[in-house]
Nanobody, 120 residues
Framework: QVQLVESGGGLVQAGGSLRLSCAASGSISSINAMGWYRQSPGKQRDLVAAITSGGNTVYGDSVKGRFTISRDNAKMTLYLQMNGLKPGDTDVYYC??????????????WGQGTQVTVSS
């Protein structure tokens, strides 16, 4: 079983910064692509940013130039540095990862979510 645990959310004023972390644990042989998504109540979960195991990245249009995704493969941890936060960034942020377990099984996992609230 693979678990993802997010941390780093909170309340910040517009223009401020937050850094989210997502730590993976379990019987993991390798982690492939990882990503951050966000979701408001009643809306679909949207991609914020994603990163491959080799470090290639992709960003949602609304966060380009403000957010930076990175990962530490040795620590099996994903990060999201969020700068220039806007009230529109207020959401629950979820971590996602594709993985292969030590037994060879493939799967994906979601974290429990962390709330980010940006006040105007």
């Amino acid at each position: 079983q693979v678990q993802l645990v997010e941390s780093g959310g909170g309340l910040v004023q517009a223009g401020g910064s937050l850094r989210l972390s997502c730590a993976a644990s379990g019987s993991i042989s390798s982690i492939n692509a990882m990503g951050w998504y966000r979701q408001s109540p009643g809306k679909q979960r949207d991609l914020v940013a994603a990163i491959t195991s080799g470090g290639n990245t992709v960003y949602g249009d609304s966060v380009k130039g403000r957010f930076t995704i990175s990962r530490d493969n040795a620590k099996m941890t994903l990060y999201l540095q969020m700068n220039g936060l806007k009230p529109g960034d207020t959401d629950v942020y979820y971590c996602n990862a594709g993985f292969r377990t030590s037994s060879g099984a493939r799967g994906t996992s979601w974290g429990q979510g962390t709330q980010v609230t940006v006040s105007s």
